[in-house]
């Protein structure tokens, strides 16, 4: 009953940073949250990416199992890595597909937790700003969706990148899809004004570990393969500043990558729905893990280990990985 109240105390908390953060507005540094830790001084998330699809596609049974391990973790919060809702976002803050593909879906008591989602490609092709209102807190308090933020835990810090806006395709060449570009355009004063803010927050940081959390991928072995924007303008930030992992979808896929010329890691969790592409195409890193199919990934932060699991469709364990901070390597 305790940890229930402390839980409580902690959402409320969270939810009342984020009222106060879009009654100031946004300011030229990225939003900051903070989430406690756990009293062992740990932290437990699960990730998903590429979900909403009213529960098809394998939704809801990738939906059950990560309730079944959020509660054997103890989970503090979820990360969703976007393309929260298909094929083309939301329509307003009253479209019934918030229900449908969230509220109804991840029932489970122990994904009652804060939910930190970024948006994807397939978001800004509907209504962005639905997503981003506090309004839809309203319908469902877990919801906090944010272009650009950071989520302080003491001995981490998780910083969400919007990274839609990078890619030039999106833009020039959209085919026959439309994104909803407001509070973006132009792209080039938006792309070097996060770009600054997010190499101060993360100088600024002195958190042990650093997080970096995007919807696109920088490197991946599937059908969408690497995202050329991201190489060239974010990946030498995450570098200079000695970034721990980045975390992302995109690709409907499980898999982990390795820099070979830094400590850097490349998470894929983006088997939410719907997934097996029967792509594979390896690039210049080095590949660790990959699953073409769908799937979850938990992540459990101590102050000296950053342990990483992926589950598929049944919450069965694929693959397993650590990193020590005092060794400063990966096993």
């Known amino acids: 009953m305790a940890n229930l109240c402390s839980k409580s105390m902690a959402l409320g908390l969270v939810l009342l940073l984020v009222a106060l953060s879009s009654f100031l507005g946004s300011s030229a540094d990225l939003q900051r949250l903070e989430h406690p830790l756990k009293h062992d001084g740990s932290l437990r998330v699960v990730v998903i990416g590429d979900w909403g699809r009213k529960g098809e596609y394998n939704q809801s049974e990738v939906a059950t199992q990560m309730g079944r391990i959020g509660d054997v973790l103890d989970i503090d919060f979820v990360i969703s890595v976007g393309d929260n809702f298909y094929e083309d976002g939301l329509t307003g803050v009253d479209d019934k597909a918030f229900e449908e593909s969230f509220t109804s879906i991840y029932t489970a008591k122990s994904l009652q937790e804060p939910w930190y989602a970024v948006l994807g490609n397939h978001d800004y092709r509907g209504d962005v700003l639905a997503q981003l209102n506090p309004v839809l807190r309203k319908i469902d308090s877990r919801w906090i969706c944010m272009r650009s933020f950071i989520v302080n835990a003491e001995i981490v810090e998780f910083f969400f990148v919007d990274t839609t806006p990078f890619v030039e395709k999106y833009w020039i060449d959209p085919e026959d899809h439309h994104y909803d570009w407001r509070g973006v355009a132009p792209r080039e004063n938006y ?102 199919g769908q799937g979850f990934m938990s992540l459990q932060v101590t102050k000296t280990n950053v342990d990483v699991v992926f589950y598929d469709v049944f919450g069965r364990v694929l693959y397993k990985w650590s990193m020590d901070k005092q060794l400063n390597y990966a096993m």
Request: proline letters at 3%; aromatic letters at 8%; one cysteine or more.
């Open 191 to 292: 792309i070097s004004n996060l770009l600054k803010d997010l190499d101060k927050a993360l100088k600024e940081s002195s958190a042990t570990w650093k997080i970096v959390v995007g919807h696109h991928t920088m490197r991946s072995v599937s059908d969408h393969g690497d995202t050329q924007e991201l190489l060239t303008l974010l990946l030498p930030i995450l570098k200079a500043n000695e970034v721990d992992l980045y975390i992302n979808g995109h690709d409907h896929c499980l898999q982990h990558i390795s820099s070979k010329d830094s400590p850097l890691q490349y998470l894929t969790s983006g088997g939410g729905s719907k997934a097996w592409r029967g792509v594979f195409t390896p690039n210049a890193d080095k590949l660790q893990f990959f699953y073409d």
